[in-house]
């Protein structure tokens, strides 16, 4: 890690150095694309069974494979002692204790070798394979006496064949075999085209061993936990028309010693994330009724262990939960929620469903763009249970942290200020902001660069986030540092249509988008340069994903913007329908119906609706191997740009897919050449 070597230079030096007089230190410089590769993030805390240490893993960029590393580092809280468990050149990951504590469990993945289940015992540090596996292991966890291991993997299965190709003469060079399909999706952004087979969930001894198939067939499943040593719970959908389902599947009990397995739910919609009480006796799950909307928030339910007493604790109260977790003393069920622009663990009581905010302060930090996201982990003595989070804010990312007795924040690491605290970060204003055309409130952030004056002459990007339905914070984001510290002016705004604000609100564009939640991003333009932040004739805009379909929808909709920057965007829902790997929930939930009967609608959504309107120069921009929105979307809005003669340019970036910021060169890529078609078209440049 970065600030390990760094400590064991500085030691080098004490000793061989010659001594020096104190300097006064560099002024403060801004943040640049060479800063991405040194950021540092943690994920996944794990606390002890004794909650006197959090594991948790520790994630750095490496500038010379452009490769994100992962190890898995510990901390003691008494003693706040930092230590690493395991590093090297691999990616370590899903540190998992073991029921006593004695062991570590993580998976592997190391240069030329195949993904790996490992046990650490943590008496010696002693290291030992659990299984290697053809395929990478999926949420691994120990059964309740320690003995086995249960984890999802992708079971492949041979390729489909329709014909015999003749047999080709030695040493001859042919092409490979035609490749079959017989499912709907046959690739999936991030994967590519999809293997053969399905994700079934599996068992192994704790002391090493061959993995046992518990679930074999054509069915996926997923979210793998002990109930007891002898039954594991895990989420699938036995319907044969599972593919064409992506909101239903049910939570299943099977059975380790006979493979049977038996559903325990029965929605009509989706239920998931079970969690197994301390003793056993209940389970705590995650469900959403199938609904005609856009967008529907789980709800935190639980059922006795055999399926019976279905109770939802949430009842009443508008709020998307996950990650349920159960506290030590079984009286409790800790949960991750999005809301008003947070991250927040709230704590819901059984007896009553009462819910309570235990920190508001949750956060990853690991992204280009202040998504809201974060994860956490409850564990330690009944009596005195640690909850371990990850903590960032607008100025550092992520670091881990707990809460303390008095329920204040104490965080064991500093991950980041060796490099962030020579930096003069932008600083955040929020916002309130309404649309005057019907007064809806909603929350926005305005980024100030370093030399930041109110004096109106700034430039500034309205940047818009994905989804729609997914939430902006006002964490750290590289990519709006890098915007702000080329002396743009930053707003970003969670519209209608985000999550975090209740179902209706995100409810609020269903079938009718991208179109007032348009109106309420540009009240968020308008708001800024009321404020006298920014000069009114140097704005621009950007935004990926859904992002990337306003952006284009913007230039269709008004000339006011000076420059714009469409990243990975929806072009046109029939071809998105049809060929993205999304088509079943398109048909499903977005646009709900076939794009050969809902024509109209289809269209009316698609901004290449309005292409024929565009003055605006747009960049276009999508990743070679993006199969969410695949690169033909950019493509048919750049080449009817062209043909225009609309000023436009279009960038494919290598090796990556929908999500651009996947490796540090390719998120650099992405935001260097958007600050360049902006600059290029400053009319004060």
Do not use: C
């Not at 898995?72 to 809280?77: E, F, M, P, S």
């Not at 085209?193 to 061959?210: C, I, S, W, Y």
């Not at 924040?409 to 060796?418: A, E, G, I, K, V």
């Not at 915007?483 to 209706?504: H, K, L």
Request: aromatic content about 8%; proline content about 7%.
């Amino acid at each position: 890690m970065r600030a390990l070597r760094l400590a064991l230079l500085i030691g080098a030096a004490l000793i061989t150095a010659p001594a020096v007089q104190a300097q006064t230190p560099p002024a403060p410089r801004t943040f640049t694309a060479l800063d991405v590769f040194n950021l540092e993030f943690m994920a996944d805390p794990q606390v002890s069974p004794d909650g006197k240490t959090v594991a948790y893993v520790r994630r750095s960029n490496d500038i010379m494979t452009d490769r994100a590393r992962s190890a898995i580092w510990a901390v003691d809280l008494a003693s706040g002692e930092h230590r690493p468990l395991v590093t090297g050149a691999g990616a370590y990951t899903a540190p998992r204790w073991s029921p006593n504590g004695d062991r570590l469990l993580f998976m592997a993945t190391e240069p030329q070798r195949k993904a790996e289940l490992k046990v650490m015992r943590l008496a010696d540090r002693a290291q030992a394979t659990v299984a290697a596996l053809p395929e990478a292991a999926r949420g691994p966890v120990w059964s309740p006496n320690g003995k086995w291991i249960a984890f999802a993997m992708l079971a492949a299965t041979d390729a489909r064949t329709l014909a015999t190709a003749p047999k080709k003469p030695e040493g001859a060079e042919w092409a490979g075999p035609a490749r079959v399909f017989d499912r709907l999706q046959i690739h999936a952004d991030g994967q590519g085209f999809l293997k053969p087979g399905a994700t079934h969930v599996f068992v192994v001894p704790a002391d090493g061993g061959t993995p046992r198939d518990l679930t074999p067939g054509k069915i996926d499943f997923a979210d793998a936990q002990w109930l007891n040593d002898g039954v594991v719970l895990a989420v699938g959908n036995e319907s044969e028309q599972a593919e064409l389902q992506p909101n239903e599947s049910e939570i299943f009990a099977i059975d380790v010693a006979a493979g049977k397995r038996t559903a325990l739910t029965h929605r009509k919609g989706e239920d998931s994330n079970p969690a197994p009480s301390p003793d056993g006796r209940l389970i705590a799950y995650t469900g959403a009724d199938a609904k005609a909307q856009l967008y529907t928030s789980p709800r935190l339910y639980v059922m006795n262990a055999d399926g019976s007493n279905v109770r939802e604790l949430t009842k009443g109260q508008d709020m998307a939960v996950g990650s349920p977790q159960w506290a030590p003393d079984g009286r409790s069920i800790y949960t991750l929620v999005q809301a008003e622009g947070q991250v927040r663990v709230v704590k819901v009581a059984l007896a009553d469903g009462k819910s309570e905010i235990v920190t508001r302060e949750v956060g990853s930090g690991s992204n280009g763009r202040p998504y809201g996201q974060g994860e956490f982990n409850i564990g330690g003595p009944a009596k005195s249970p640690v909850v371990a989070f990850g903590h960032d804010s607008w100025s550092h990312p992520a670091d881990l942290a707990v809460l303390t007795v008095d329920g204040k924040t104490r965080t064991l690491t500093d991950l980041n200020s060796d490099l962030l605290g020579q930096i003069n970060l932008a600083t955040l204003e929020p916002l309130k902001v309404k649309n005057p055309a019907d007064g809806r409130e909603f929350d926005a952030w305005v980024a100030k660069p370093p030399n930041f004056k109110p004096d109106g002459t700034f430039p500034l990007i309205l940047e818009i986030h994905g989804g729609p339905s997914t939430m902006y914070t006002p964490t750290f984001a590289s990519e709006i540092q890098r915007f702000a510290a080329e002396g743009f002016v930053v707003v970003f705004a969670n519209p209608r249509g985000s999550t975090g604000y209740g179902e209706a609100f995100a409810n609020a564009i269903d079938q009718d988008f991208p179109n007032k939640d348009a109106d309420d991003l540009l009240a968020a333009v308008d708001a800024v340069l009321a404020k006298g932040y920014a000069d009114p004739k140097r704005t621009f805009v950007t935004g990926g994903s859904y992002g990337g379909l306003m952006t284009a929808h913007m230039v269709g909709k008004t000339d006011r913007f000076v420059a714009a920057a469409a990243a990975n965007p929806v072009i046109n829902w029939t071809s998105i329908a049809l060929a993205g790997d999304t088509a079943a929930n398109v048909v499903d939930q977005v646009l709900r119906g076939y794009a050969w009967e809902k024509r109209d609608e289809f269209w009316r959504a698609s901004p290449l609706s309005t292409v024929g309107k565009v003055k605006t120069p747009t960049l276009l921009m999508v990743g070679d191997e993006d199969w969410r929105t695949p690169p033909f979307e950019a493509e048919q809005f750049y080449s009817a740009l062209k043909l225009r003669g609309v000023d436009t340019a279009l960038v494919r970036i290598p090796t990556v897919g929908h999500n651009l910021s996947a490796r540090p060169s390719t998120h650099n890529a992405k935001v260097d050449n958007i600050i360049a078609w902006f600059k290029a078209h400053d009319p004060k440049k």
